[in-house]
């Protein structure tokens, strides 16, 4: 988990590690982290201090291995990019998506950054397991999701558009189809590779969904809710 400090448990929720990337007394918020799936060692965490941080877990002590500066502002979420333990991404206040790449942390790449009357916050970024060249932008106070496709960046693929603020944004494990949930309580699937103009599914549940999520299996897809889970099978 992250909060003030990243926080590692077991199985059985018993705290292993508490770890900061500061020394000072009130370290900043980290705001999101992803556990790299290939090599479970890495952990990545954003902070609102604009940083990015690599934690090595392979010790008995872990520690912060890298911590690189990566945008102007808040730094709101970070993934590792698809099958890989060294290139990841990160989205921002400042409403840009970046890429970088650990073995060179000298320069990046700006995947997205809209004109200045354009630009909002990027909350949540989401990368394709399918097809790991498709990542997904949770905009602020948006109903749009906007689709980057890396190997064309700087213009969106595609966006697809939902009734009210989208606050969840998730691809099935293993099409292209992307789950976006949204305030007022509307599941929508778009398939990415037809049209996206008219969702393929649409299902309304309680209003105030949080956050939403797919089964490993890809048949069930559920979200939270100021009164639980809500699971939808397909």
């Known amino acids: 988990t992250t ?3 990243l926080r590692i448990y ?3 929720l018993v705290e292993l590690w508490s770890i900061s990337a500061s020394n000072s007394p009130g370290p900043p918020p980290l705001t999101s982290l992803d556990w790299n799936k290939s090599s479970p060692q890495w952990i990545l965490t954003s ?3 604009t940083t990015c941080t690599l934690w090595d877990l392979s010790s008995q002590k872990p520690s912060a291995h890298t911590r690189l500066i990566a945008h102007d502002a808040e730094v709101l979420d970070v993934k590792f990019l698809t099958g890989s333990t060294t290139l990841f991404g990160s989205c921002s206040t400042d409403g840009s998506l970046r890429l970088f790449d650990l073995r060179n942390l000298n320069q990046s790449t700006i995947a997205y950054e809209p004109g200045p009357m354009e630009k909002l916050p990027l909350l949540k970024m ?3 397991t399918s097809n790991p ?3 997904s932008l949770v905009q602020g106070y948006s109903s749009e999701v906007v689709i980057i496709d890396l190997r064309n960046v700087g213009t969106p693929l595609a966006v697809v558009t939902s009734n009210n603020t989208v606050v969840s944004a998730q691809w099935h494990p293993f099409n292209n189809v992307l ?3 949204t305030s007022n309580g ?3 699937l778009f398939d990415i590779n037809s049209s996206i103009e008219v969702p393929n599914m649409v299902c309304s549940v309680a209003h105030g969904i949080n956050s939403g999520a797919w089964n490993r299996q890809g048949n069930t897809c559920a979200v939270t809710t100021p009164h639980g889970l809500r699971r939808i099978f397909l």
């Open 179 to 181: 789950m976006t949930a």
């Open 126 to 128: 989401g990368v394709s």
């Open 47 to 49: 902070s609102v201090d």
């Open 3 to 5: 909060s003030e400090k």
């Open 10 to 12: 077991n199985e059985n």
């Open 133 to 135: 060249n498709y990542i």
């Open 186 to 188: 509307l599941v929508s």
